[in-house]
């Protein structure tokens, strides 16, 4: 059974705080890596992707991946009240219709004005 | 354009009612999902097609029958639910080159 794991929190951080999420997966095989955003009641926003081994970045976003370790993670930083959320990891282990991606249970994240 | 569009966004029906989902994407991908979603859980994979094919069904009953009418489009057909069924119904979409998934805005379905 392929598994994603996530700490469910909530983690609270203080307004101007780097958030830090992490995610570890079960399969060796995984190849591409993803975080998405779901604010409540709405669908999941893809915020970052990520393949290869070391950190990617966008605007306030850092993706990290670590494929040795079978960990992924995603820090914020200057964290915002509007980043509060829940941060969905996502893991795919190949592209074909039957490998569709596996989600982990998600991170809640407050942050704190 | 990275837009996965559904309708309605709403929906309430009796659990007599026949009722359908849309979803279409316009991004050339050929892999199309339905999830379901109840709150505070993470989506829940229901269906995916591929090439307009079904591959994969996970146990749905069969109160619930997707359709593929082609490469763009996706709808799921809803006939005799249950109250349990009402959740939010998220159809996404995924391409190969990059190999990113994206999805709709949901349709929030209400079953008395």
């Known amino acids: 059974q392929k598994e994603v794991e996530q700490n469910s929190g909530p983690l609270s951080v203080p307004e101007g705080a780097i958030a830090s999420l992490n995610c570890t997966y079960s399969d060796r095989g995984s190849q591409s890596f993803f975080w998405y955003r779901q604010y409540s009641g709405k669908s999941p926003e893809l915020i970052m992707f990520i393949y290869s081994n070391g950190d990617k970045e966008d605007g306030r976003f850092t993706a990290q991946l670590n494929k040795a370790s079978q960990y992924v993670s995603l820090l914020i930083r200057d964290s915002q009240p509007s980043d509060s959320a829940t941060y969905l990891c996502a893991v795919n282990n190949g592209w074909s219709g039957n490998t569709p991606l596996v989600f982990g249970k998600g991170t809640r994240l407050s942050v704190i004005a | 354009d990275t837009e996965v569009t559904q309708t309605p966004k709403h929906l309430v029906m009796g659990m007599t009612n026949k009722k359908s989902l849309k979803c279409e994407q316009h991004m050339g991908h050929r892999a199309m999902y339905w999830y379901k979603q109840k709150a505070k859980k993470p989506p829940e994979l229901m269906f995916v097609?591929?090439?307009?094919?079904?591959?994969i069904n996970e146990s749905v009953p069969s109160r619930f029958s997707p359709e593929c009418p082609n490469s763009s489009l996706l709808n799921l057909h809803l006939h005799a639910l249950q109250p349990e069924d009402s959740a939010l119904y998220l159809c996404?979409?995924?391409?190969?080159?990059?190999?990113?998934?994206?999805f709709g805005p949901g349709t929030r379905l209400t079953v008395l």
């Open positions: 996404a979409s995924r391409g190969r080159v990059p190999d990113t998934q994206y």
């Open positions: 097609y591929s090439y307009e094919k079904l591959s």
